[in-house]
């Protein structure tokens, strides 16, 4: 067992509804094995939605998850073992985010359906006793780090979010992404309400991005981050952008694992654990 603190955790699993339309997802959330039912936690949500025509497709989705599984460690790519949140004290919450409509057409309802349901993650979570709610963060790699930034321009809780390898302006994108097949000349009102570069001026947290140099993923070219990054300074928010040389979609060394996670652990300390009003970024030497 390579990681006690981890797999000692305490393991959580929620069916939250949303509101509107009584439609259900589901939440894991990981707490530290030490925690206790009158400890408020700060929380992270790392997510990565997915889309689905109905509530019972959505539902199939989860058929094969094994509720028995011994909690999976991987070696320590922060991308895929963010379970190691917990043993900094954070309680890490896991939600399923579907964006549901109707077939070809889900992403229609995109931000509508991410905000909602994360209205109610985030409810569900702070009711339950598990997290502060006013030390929250929320981060995501690929279209988790897409989402992230969507997140921030939608909601107003997150007082940070972590974004890594992401693509935040759709029209750089023109001809699909994900399950969208239209292209940006066939629905581009939807193309530009799901990029959060638009909404930049309504960030209301600290972002910290990361991006590979190589990245040959053709939905998330680096200069989606590195125009972020130039119009978060000109508007005077908190943010960073680090970029990894010879890294390609997810970083792969064991350097490049070890300055992620200094640099997230040190963001969400400052951002999350402990926030102050008008705190700066931290100023990290790359």
């Known amino acids: 067992d390579v990681s006690p603190a981890v797999s000692n955790a305490i393991h959580k699993r929620l069916q939250v509804t949303r509101p509107r ?13 030490d925690w206790t039912p009158t400890a408020r936690l ?25 509720i028995n599984r011994f909690p999976d460690i991987p070696a320590s790519r922060p991308a895929s073992s963010t379970k190691l949140w917990v043993t900094q004290g954070y309680a890490v919450i896991e ?37 502060d709610r006013n030390k929250m963060g929320i981060g995501g790699h690929s279209y988790g780090a897409f989402s992230t930034v969507n997140a921030l321009t939608l909601t107003p809780y997150f007082k940070a ?15 699909g992404f994900q399950s969208e097949r239209r292209n940006f000349f066939q629905a581009q009102q939807m193309y530009l309400d799901m990029s959060p570069f638009y909404r930049a001026d309504k960030i209301a947290g600290a972002l910290l991005m990361y991006h ?11 200069i989606s981050s590195q125009r972020m990054l130039l119009a978060l300074q000109g508007l005077g928010k908190p943010a960073a952008l680090y970029e990894y040389p010879y890294e390609d979609h997810s970083v792969a060394t ?8 200094a640099r997230w652990l040190a963001w969400f300390d400052v951002y999350v654990k402990n926030p102050k009003s008008g705190a700066k970024p931290a100023a990290f030497t790359p």
């Open 21 to 33: 339309d009584g439609n259900t997802m589901w939440v894991d959330v990981t707490l530290p094995q």
């Open 42 to 66: 700060p929380g992270i949500i790392w997510f990565y939605p997915y889309e689905y025509t109905s509530q019972a497709e959505y539902e199939r989705s989860r058929y094969a998850t094994n």
């Open 95 to 131: 939600p399923d985010i579907p964006i549901w409509g109707d077939s070809g057409r889900m992403n229609d309802n995109y931000t509508r359906d991410l905000k909602e349901n994360l209205d109610a993650v985030v409810d569900a979570v702070v009711e339950a006793g598990f997290v």
């Open 161 to 175: 979010g972590i974004a890594g390898d992401g693509m935040y302006n759709r029209s750089l994108t023109p001809f």
């Open 212 to 222: 590979a140099i190589e990245d040959q993923n053709t939905g998330t070219a680096p």
């Open 254 to 261: 064991y350097a490049s694992d070890l300055d992620l996670w």
